[in-house]
C-alpha cells in the first residue's frame, strides 16, 4: 500500500531592497519566530524565501548602511494576526532626512 503524505503549509518570507543603498546584516524578528538572518542586499535586490515557524504583517528589522545600524522598530503587535500560510515579502526602503537615514517597511502579500 503506498502512502501518502500531506503538505504542511508554511509561511515564507523574503526580503526586498528597494532602495538605492547596500543593505548588510539584515535580520527580521518578530515575536512569533526566531530571529532570520537574511545577510547582504544589494539596491533592488531580493532575497530568498525563507521558511519561519510564525510571522506578523510587520517585523522588527535592523540593517546596515555603509557601518551605520539603522532600524525599523513597529510600535507593538497588538490586534495584528498571524500570517496565513503563503508566500509574503517585506519590502524595504530607506528614508534621509537632514543626513539621517530611517529604514521603512511596505507589506507585500505575493502570488502564489
Do not use: C, W
Not at 51 to 76: C, H, L, Q, R, S
Not at 89 to 98: A, D, M, Q, R
Amino acid at each position: 500500500m503506498l502512502s501518502t503524505t500531506q503538505s504542511n503549509p508554511v509561511v515564507l518570507i523574503r526580503v526586498s531592497n528597494s532602495s538605492d543603498y547596500v543593505l548588510d546584516s539584515i535580520a527580521l524578528y518578530s515575536p512569533a519566530s526566531e530571529r532570520v538572518h537574511v545577510g547582504m542586499l544589494k539596491a533592488k535586490e531580493k532575497s530568498a524565501y525563507v521558511k519561519v515557524k510564525g510571522a506578523y504583517p510587520m517585523a522588527a528589522i535592523e540593517a546596515f548602511i555603509d557601518n551605520t545600524k539603522i532600524e525599523f522598530i513597529p510600535d507593538d503587535y497588538l490586534g495584528e494576526q498571524l500570517l496565513q500560510p503563503g508566500k509574503y515579502t517585506y519590502e524595504l526602503s530607506v528614508l534621509e532626512v537632514s543626513s539621517v537615514k530611517y529604514l521603512r517597511l511596505k507589506f507585500v502579500v505575493d502570488k502564489k
